[in-house]
């Protein structure tokens, strides 16, 4: 390394900071973000110091050009690669059109940007064998982060800023600068001796950002208080303490009521509790969806509004095409594209919606495996009474399918298995599996006469959303089995000599 060793007030700090929130364990790969500017190569600089001391694994500079700013974006570039190259740490580039993102996504360029970064970040990590991704945040952007947010008006978990170690999917984001100040970093890449490159971006009050760094804090600072950035961080510590207890007490709040194979939230649960956490359950909720989690205030409002309504069939709308449907007592948190039925989605994507019951190859190999809207369905044949039983017993032996319950899990397509009876079976004309046709009808077990099959879906609290999406084993109209339930003309009794397991 031709660099020095940096202030070791400053690197004792970096250093502490990691220890304190267990922010790297010995042996793991690192990959850092690494812009060229002061705050990253001084987080790259640093990481390279203690890389024998904290056993790092091995470190990997990724650097992002956005495709912006022409002739400084090249030097940015080479700038990085050379001073990796310098700091032995390995080197990943990525460029992107970032202007055209934003306008394809109708976001802002740093928007864009940002979610640019992260998929590179995402990308070195897989190729990289890395799981931590180093970040060059400090106090200074966390000042700003807090006093921006406050301006667009937030919660305490807004006013929490950034934190310095935050899951994103499977890797784990840490901000080792979070404790020092761009002053305190600039002295530092002095001290040994770096010689960052200058964003001129970053002195233009055209972001809002960069309007609060450069025109709203200096004039706090002169007119209000001088250390204006110390409170702001000094609040957003106060406000993180608030917030993990909050999310500890909404853990224990999910961890009863929410079911993530459905996705699913119990309605019935949220207008019981505080608002607070009401609140923070539905953003949970949507977070574990797939859908933002930082939901707006009239977003949440829609969601309360629908568990306390208790309006069957009900919704409303979140971001990013997501949506919440009240059915049964739960929220179902959706996407717009799971409306469709799995007829349609199955011809959209050339996945056959139909197939025939097999038979012959049951007969003469006792499985057999076809698939049904891309979805593959085993069938066993089973003949001797210990197997019979056990599989019965295992299935449910044709009990109710519904929205929940181990004999209904109400996910997208429902999983399960349910056994027939091969003879009652085989009496039966053209069986087919397919999903639901107008004019389906079904007599359930221990039933004389039929009954839509609408209204079978209705009884066994089937969400309507759902119904194109459960799996039939039909004759002509005549429903055999749906999902999990098998109908009586074919429900197994103590007289089967086999009986047919199909699992979906």
Known sequence: MRYGSGDPHTLDKIRNTIREYSMILPGERIVAGLSGGPDSACLLHALCCLREELAIGAICAVHVNHGLREDEAQRDEAYSRQLAEDLGADFRVFHFDIGAEAAQERVSSETAGRKARYRAFETACADFGAERIATAHNSNDQAETILMRILRGTGIHGLS??????????????????????????????????IPVRDRTNDEAVYTRNKIRLELLPYLR???????????????????????????????????HWNQEEKTLSADALPGLHPALAKRAVREAAGRSGADSDLGEKHIRGVLSLASGKKEGKETDLTGGYYVRYSYSKLWFLRRTDRTSAEDAAGRTGLTCTASFPEERLEKNGTAEIFLGGRAVKLRLICSAEEKEAEKEAAGSGKRCSAGGKSGRGGAVFSRTVCLDWKKLKEQDNVIFRFRQPGDRIRPRGMKGHKKLQDFFVDRRIPKHLREQVPLLASGREILSAGGEAAQDCCPDPESTAIVSIEY
């Open 161 to 194: 800023g950034i934190r310095h170690c935050r899951r994103a999917g499977r890797r784990t984001v840490i901000r080792p600068l979070l404790d020092i100040g761009r002053e305190e970093i600039e002295a530092y890449c002095r001290s040994c001796g770096l």
């Open 222 to 256: 002169e007119n209000y208080n001088p250390d204006i950035s110390s409170a702001l961080v000094r609040l957003g510590r106060l406000a993180a303490d608030d917030d993990d207890y909050l999310e500890q007490v909404t853990g224990k709040i999910m961890l009863k």
